[in-house]
């Protein structure tokens, strides 16, 4: 497990980027209600970091070219991105949200 | 069974078959392309792809799956050549005839040419896939490159051509690029952006001919110079392709005139993306912008669909988007919300106009466009400014 960030740092409404050597791709952290959500931060267009994109409810749009995303699928709703962003389950343990490595483990399918 | 036909298969038209049967349109669906190949996303055209970055597989805009969803029977490489609206036949090249119960023109538009011109190697257009290989083959060997016209192609095409290596110069007719766009001072920005990467800006002239016997040698300018150049690239804009609805009855000007629901004058055609003008709260406009031709098609099956199924196309939504386009120049990356006036005050928001920075725009203390390099977070936090004041307008 790796430890992302203690989860009192999380503001509803607001989204976490979380780029760190130790963690293998930059993440975004969204907390929607009393969920906490963690996808990969890149687009999967392009190269946007979604966390400067716009957050409305389950969904976030690219800053760039607005597909939006919904982070409990990862699916984009229009493109240009046609392909999901990867979704990961978060556990919080001792107020600190983890994430399983094995989940971040870039594939060759997700690898670009 | 009913018959849609959705003429063109760029990113409008798939948009529309895509629209279609999420609305759950179950009839047939032809789609009929001018181009044999696989649509295609262009905005890589000018990049990436002339960079030699992506090859044409990793811009299609269509997969297994999606084609699969679309059900569709493609006559790609056919171009339309009528349309009687009367029995809503469409005539094909070489003569066939394809009958339609509701027709989506999706037919785009074409780039410019220079006219009266010589017919010289090395000079190029930018607008298909074809063109882009052919220009990447010419850049792929030293020489000198002149682009005429600092547009968004323009400007694009530079970068590209420069970040290969070679001399690039841009020729542009206006004092500063996209001067009537975005006005004197973010144009005085972003032609400081081509001079600072190194390409050599040449503006207030015109290009009056075309100079070399095979190839082309030199470019000549309406001050009576001539600028070397063994690649010519021409960025000046693009005509909407109607010409084939000449009789149709269906109306144009500059564009196929829609409704705000894209309807155009003829019932069960409807036009979306570059090819069509629509009339709007702000007059009339024909948007050659990606984001219109993604969103624009969404509305025309919308109403389309009404109209087939006998229901009001009036409860339908309307087609008004505040205008979006972005550029990617030189590393940087430009984003542009809005229609701002010529006249309209440019407002330092964020950052500085010497680097990276948010501004907006301004006519009568209201805000009228948002423009960005580099800072997409602020710029969508002023974009949905602007998107408020855009829909109370």
């Known amino acids: ?26 993440l975004a952290l969204v907390k929607v209600g009393e969920r906490v959500f963690c996808v990969d931060d890149t687009c999967s267009h392009e190269t ?35 392909r999901p962003i990867r979704t990961h389950v978060v556990q919080v343990v001792d107020g600190m949200v983890c994430v399983e490595e094995a989940s971040l483990a870039l594939t060759a399918e997700t690898a670009r | 069974m009913t018959t849609i036909a959705v003429v063109g298969t ?27 190949a696989q649509p295609y996303d262009r905005p890589p055209l000018s990049k990436q792809v002339l960079l030699g970055k992506c090859e044409s597989q990793d811009i299609a805009l269509t997969d297994e799956d999606l084609r ?4 569709a029977e493609w006559l790609l490489g056919t171009r339309a050549t009528a349309l009687d609206p009367a029995s809503r036949a469409l005539t094909l090249v070489g003569g066939r005839s394809l009958h339609a119960d509701g027709v989506v023109i999706a037919t785009g538009a074409r780039a410019r040419t220079l006219p009266g011109m010589p ?40 970068s590209s051509a420069r970040a290969l290596g070679h001399e690039v110069t841009i020729v542009e007719y206006e004092q500063k690029p996209l001067l009537r766009q975005l006005g004197p001072e973010a144009a005085g920005i972003l032609g400081r952006l081509h001079t600072d990467h190194g390409v050599a800006l040449v503006t207030g002239v015109g290009v009056t001919g075309l100079v070399g016997e095979e190839g082309v040698r030199e470019v000549e300018l309406s001050d009576g110079r001539l600028l070397p150049a063994e690649v010519v690239v021409v960025g000046v804009g693009a005509v909407p392709n109607t010409e084939w609805l000449t009789g149709s009855g269906v109306a144009c000007d500059n564009g196929v005139l829609t409704d705000e629901r894209c309807r155009t004058t003829e019932p069960g055609i409807v036009a979306a993306g570059d090819v069509a003008a629509y009339r709007c709260r702000g007059g009339r406009l024909r948007i050659e912008h990606w984001t219109n031709a993604r969103d624009m098609p969404v ?29 990617d120049q030189y590393g940087v990356h430009l984003q542009i919300a809005g229609r701002p006036g010529v006249d309209d005050m440019l407002e330092l928001v964020s950052g500085s106009f010497d680097d990276s920075f948010a501004a ?3 006519r009568d203390g209201e805000i009228s466009g948002v423009l960005a390099i580099d800072s997409p977070r602020e710029f969508g936090r002023l974009r949905r400014d602007l998107r408020s004041a855009w829909s109370i307008r």
């Open chain 1, 1 to 26: 497990m790796i430890q992302l960030c203690p989860i009192a740092d999380l503001t509803p409404g607001a989204v976490t980027r979380i780029a760190r050597p130790d963690v293998p791709v930059p």
């Open chain 2, 119 to 158: 017919q010289l190697h090395g000079v190029h257009t930018l607008r298909t896939l074809d063109d882009a290989h052919r220009l990447r083959e010419d850049l792929s060997r030293p020489g000198r490159v002149v682009v005429v016209g600092g547009g968004f192609i323009g400007a694009e095409v530079a």
């Open chain 2, 299 to 327: 509305i025309a099956a919308g109403s389309l669909l009404a109209t087939l199924r006998g229901q009001d196309p009036m409860a339908q939504p309307v087609h008004d988007p505040l205008p979006y386009v972005w550029s």
């Open chain 2, 360 to 362: 907006v725009y301004r």
């Open chain 2, 10 to 36: 760029g990113l409008a038209g798939v948009r529309a078959a895509e629209a279609l049967r999420a609305e759950g349109y179950d009839g047939r669906l032809v789609l009929v392309g001018e181009e044999a």
């Open chain 1, 48 to 82: 946007a970091s979604l966390s400067d994109g716009w957050l409305d409810g389950h969904e976030i749009e690219c800053p760039l070219h607005e597909s939006r995303f919904d982070l409990r699928t990862g699916r984009p709703d229009c493109p240009p991105a046609r």
């Open chain 2, 68 to 71: 699969a969803v679309l059900d």
